[in-house]
């Protein structure tokens, strides 16, 4: 069993940053790492995920404003958010997958105009 412990969300201002981590306690070494949201009444919708190698793919909403990285050696994702929108504002999901889904609980992230 894999468990996620994501960080960094809240409030901020249109146009503002936030940054989101989420710590894996798996070790291994091959696996897909990243984040989805869902907003009020709407499904959940990935947002950008990243390899174990470093290959990325973001929603087309979001690209040129987030950015996904990790660090291997602490099993961890992170999210960099810029210029954010009131249409960002949503429940942010880690996702970690190897054979498998696991997810973590969430972070609110709100987004005010």
């Known amino acids: 069993q894999v468990q996620l412990v994501e960080s960094g969300g809240g409030l901020v201002q249109a146009g503002g940053s936030l940054r989101l981590s989420c710590a894996a306690s798996?070790?291994?070494?091959?696996?897909?790492m990243g984040w989805y949201r869902q907003a009020p009444g709407k499904q959940r919708e990935l947002v950008a995920i990243i390899s174990d190698g470093g290959s990325t793919h973001y929603a087309d909403s979001v690209k040129g404003r987030f950015t996904i990285s990790r660090a291997n050696a602490k099993n961890t994702v992170y999210l960099q958010m810029n210029s954010l929108k009131p249409e960002d504002t949503a429940v942010y999901y880690c996702?970690?997958?190897?054979?498998?889904?696991?997810w973590g609980r969430g972070t609110q992230v709100t987004v005010s105009s």
């Open positions: 996702v970690y997958r190897y054979f498998g889904d696991y």
């Open positions: 798996s070790t291994f070494r091959i696996n897909t």
